[in-house]
């Protein structure tokens, strides 16, 4: 499907009103800060914007950061703001004509943002091949994708890569669809239901699985919402299958187990996270206020000691006794998964 997927980003969709489904679209109104951030991007990126959610993980200044599948580059220069200018932003894609729209306007940005030159530089290539790309092994902070993954053929190449590109303790953060059972054979090579980014999509089960045997032993489910599939054409040929647009994390930390388990542990955040001064919330299980003291399973006292976090937590206890398994509902259980037959579901970006 790579030609089917250049074809339909690079010459069938040329803004996000040619989209037919809300799956490839962000529902969410950004917060104040990133609406700041936004009005100084170039209108032509703007309007090559095919993400579905907002993939902007906390605590970004100076870190280096790898977009795959960066499209016209919409995330990647946001992202050029947040990390700051002694931070570095790579994109990768395969598409030759998104591409030239993000390298078209990369000085225009570095100008808007009052940088000496850009922080952002783009590769062309597969993200099911990033080997091929030239980048360094363990050379990446944060990993981001926006509604990228389910257009991938080979989802295992992706994360194993991930996993090997990150730094220890580094985040893959991403927004991807999913579908609530097992895509048949017959949709996956229909190229619209393909483009639209709903026949790639993976069974939520098959993802965690994926995820773990790339070594992300815990990932953490951080929001979730239902797509609405509005077309008569696709949604008579999906019938009954569902879907969802889901943000998650993924953390390279091997030390962590494969179930949340109860050392008696307690974290307190510091409240030190720029745009998160009140409360900041790892995922939909764990959220923190400032200054208040919560009980965290054993792997989240790990994420939070161990990642770029720590500095912001305090941490209190260790894993010397065990007390069974973490009270809460683990952060992995199935998301929200929209209604069939195309009923009215989220707003479209």
């Not at 008696?264 to 409240?271: D, E, I, K, L, V």
């Not at 065990?322 to 579901?345: D, I, M, N, Q, R």
């Amino acid at each position: 499907m790579h030609a089917e997927v250049q074809q339909y980003y690079g010459q069938v969709l040329q803004t996000t009103d040619d989209l037919k489904t809300t799956a490839c679209c962000t529902a969410d109104a950004p917060p104040d800060f990133l609406k700041e951030a936004l009005a100084r991007l170039h209108d032509e990126v703007l309007t090559r914007y095919y993400g579905c959610g907002l993939v902007l993980p906390e605590a970004l200044t100076g870190a280096t950061v790898l977009d795959l599948g960066c499209g016209a580059g919409r995330d990647a220069f946001v992202l050029s703001q947040l990390v700051g200018e002694q931070g570095r932003v790579v994109g990768v894609d395969m598409t030759p004509e998104q591409l030239d729209v993000a390298r078209r306007h990369a000085d225009f940005h570095a100008e808007q943002f009052g940088y000496a030159q850009s922080n952002v530089e783009f590769v062309e290539g597969n993200i099911e091949r990033l080997a091929e790309a030239g980048l360094p092994d363990a050379g990446f902070d944060i990993i981001i994708s926006n509604c990228v993954i389910n257009l991938a053929t080979d989802k295992q190449a992706v994360l194993d890569d991930v996993y090997r590109l990150l730094k220890p303790g580094g985040e893959m953060y991403f927004a991807d669809i999913y579908a609530d059972r097992r895509i048949p054979i017959e949709l996956q090579t229909d190229p619209v239901l393909y483009g639209e980014c709903l026949s790639g999509a993976l069974y939520w089960n098959d993802f965690l699985e994926i995820a773990r045997r790339a070594g992300f032993r815990d990932p953490r489910l951080v929001d979730d919402r239902p797509v609405a599939v509005e077309d008569e054409e696709l949604t008579a040929k999906l019938g009954a299958i569902r879907f969802c647009s889901a943000t998650c994390r993924l953390f390279k930390l091997p030390q962590l187990g494969f179930t949340s388990e109860d050392y008696g542990q307690r974290a307190q955040y510091r409240g030190t996270i720029e745009h998160s001064r009140e409360r900041f919330t790892l995922d939909q299980d764990d959220v923190f206020e400032s200054g208040k003291s919560v009980p965290i399973s054993g792997n989240t006292a790990d994420i939070l000691s161990l990642s770029r976090f720590a500095p912001h937590f305090e941490v209190l206890g260790d894993q010397a006794i065990h007390l069974g398994a973490f009270g809460k509902v683990s952060s992995t259980a199935a998301p929200a998964f929209g209604v069939p037959e195309g009923t009215a579901g989220s707003g479209c970006c």
